[in-house]
C-alpha cells in the first residue's frame, strides 16, 4: 500500500466509527488506527530514500554532463592544434578552432543548467508531496486524538 491508499484507510475507520452522542466525535478500534500509523511510519522511509536516489541521481547527471563538456572541451582543442599545425591557412583555423570551443563551452553550460532545473525540479516536487503527507498526517493524528477526547 502507498501513502495514499493508508490515510484513505485511516479516514475509513474514523467515517465506519459509532458516532458518540450529542457530539461530532467518533468511537474508533484504537488497534486499527495505530496498525495504520505504524503502516505509514513504514512507508515514510521509503519516501526519505526516494528523494535521496533523486539527489544521487541529480548529482550523477551532474558529474555526467561535466564530463562531457571537459571531453568535448579537449576534442575541441584537439581539433585545433592539429587544424593549425596542418593547414596552410593557420588564421582560418584558429578562427573556427575558436568558434568550436565557444560553442562547446555554450552547449556545456546549457547541459549544466538543464540537469540542475531538471534536478531541482524533481526535488521541489517530492518536497511539496512530502509536505503535503506530512501535514496530512498531522491532520489525522490531530481527528485522532480528538476522538480521544
Same mark, same amino acid.
Given at each position: 500500500m502507498d501513502i495514499n491508499e493508508l490515510l484513505g484507510r485511516l479516514e475509513e475507520i474514523i467515517n465506519e466509527?459509532? %458516532?458518540v452522542p450529542f457530539s461530532d466525535k467518533v468511537w474508533v478500534d484504537r488497534e486499527k488506527v495505530l496498525e495504520v500509523i505504524d503502516s505509514i511510519r513504514s512507508i =515514510?522511509? &521509503?519516501?526519505?530514500k526516494q528523494a535521496n536516489w533523486i539527489k544521487e541521481e541529480r548529482n550523477r547527471i551532474l558529474i555526467e554532463a561535466q564530463k562531457e563538456a571537459d571531453l568535448m572541451l579537449k576534442e575541441t582543442?584537439?581539433?585545433? $592544434? #592539429?587544424?593549425v599545425e596542418e593547414s596552410e591557412v593557420t588564421r582560418r583555423a584558429y578562427i573556427q578552432g575558436e568558434e568550436i570551443?565557444?560553442?562547446?563551452? $555554450?552547449? %556545456? #553550460? &546549457?547541459i549544466r543548467i538543464g540537469t540542475k532545473e531538471y %534536478?531541482?525540479? =524533481? =526535488? %521541489?516536487e517530492l518536497e511539496k508531496k =512530502?509536505?503535503?503527507y506530512i501535514e496530512l498526517i498531522k491532520k489525522n493524528r490531530e481527528e485522532v486524538k480528538n476522538l480521544r477526547s
Open positions: 466509527g459509532r %458516532a =515514510l522511509p &521509503e519516501e526519505i582543442e584537439e581539433h585545433i $592544434k #592539429r587544424m570551443i565557444e560553442n562547446a563551452k $555554450k552547449n %556545456a #553550460r &546549457e %534536478a531541482d525540479n =524533481l =526535488l %521541489a =512530502l509536505h503535503e
